[in-house]
């Protein structure tokens, strides 16, 4: 019987190198989180919650934009006006704290 490439037979196994790959644990770079001070923790955790409020923000001036626009919408369009006109308002607020590093 002939043998394909990917077929290993038993005794042509490298027994120490199998003995290696059982004990060697793999980590990936993905899992790696350097030492971060206190300080650096709070800064992130700021800029993360800004990050996260512009985002909310941006996603309902779109999604007011476009239930305006859209025909079939049955809410309050001034109701949504003013939902819209305060989104951008906070949303600009947002950006001119971020820029200002407030």
């Known amino acids: 019987?002939?043998?394909?490439?990917?077929?290993?037979?038993p005794q042509q196994e490298n027994v120490p190198t199998r003995d290696l790959l059982k004990k060697m644990s793999v980590f990936s770079t993905?899992?790696?989180?350097?030492?971060?001070?206190?300080?650096?923790q709070e800064n992130?955790?700021?800029?993360?919650d800004v990050e996260i409020d512009k985002l909310r923000l941006e996603y309902t001036v779109e999604k007011l934009e476009n239930d305006l626009r859209d025909p079939n919408c049955t809410r309050d369009h001034d109701e949504?006006?003013?939902e819209l006109k305060q989104a951008r308002r906070d949303l600009s607020r947002?950006?001119?704290k971020r820029r200002l590093g407030l």
């Open 1 to 9: 019987s002939e043998m394909s490439e990917f077929d290993v037979a």
């Open 80 to 82: 949504m006006r003013a």
């Open 94 to 96: 947002l950006k001119w």
């Open 44 to 48: 992130n955790k700021k800029t993360s």
């Open 30 to 40: 993905w899992h790696y989180t350097p030492a971060v001070g206190a300080q650096e």
